[in-house]
Nanobody, 121 residues
Framework: QVQLVESGGGLVQAGGSLRLSCAAS????????MTWYRQTPGNQRELVAT???????NYADSVKGRFTISRDDAKNTLHLQMNSLKPEGTTVYCC???????????????WGQGTRVTVSS
């Protein structure tokens, strides 16, 4: 079983910064793509940023230039540096990991519980 635990959320003023982290633990062979999502007002998941095992990144247009996704595979952690935060960024952020449980078995997607970010105006 794989567990993902997010941390780093909190209250920040508009224009401020936060750094989210997602720690993966459990038994697995490797993690491929890792992604940050956030919850929309309509209770949907919105992709924020993605990073492959090779370090290729992709961002939602709304966060380009302000957010930076990174990962440390030695520590099985994912990060999201969020700068110039806006009040519309207030929501729950959660991480997703595409996990291989062995060299030949793709275990699938795992999700964390999320961490809440509140940006005050």
């Amino acid at each position: 079983q794989v567990q993902l635990v997010e941390s780093g959320g909190g209250l920040v003023q508009a224009g401020g910064s936060l750094r989210l982290s997602c720690a993966a633990s459990g038994r697995f062979f490797k993690i491929d793509v890792m992604t940050w999502y956030r919850q929309t007002p309509g209770n949907q998941r919105e992709l924020v940023a993605t990073i492959t095992r090779g370090g290729n990144t992709n961002y939602a247009d709304s966060v380009k230039g302000r957010f930076t996704i990174s990962r440390d595979d030695a520590k099985n952690t994912l990060h999201l540096q969020m700068n110039s935060l806006k009040p519309e960024g207030t929501t729950v952020y959660c991480c997703n990991a595409d996990v291989w449980t062995s060299a030949s078995f793709h275990g699938g997607d795992y999700w964390g519980q999320g961490t809440r970010v509140t940006v005050s105006s």
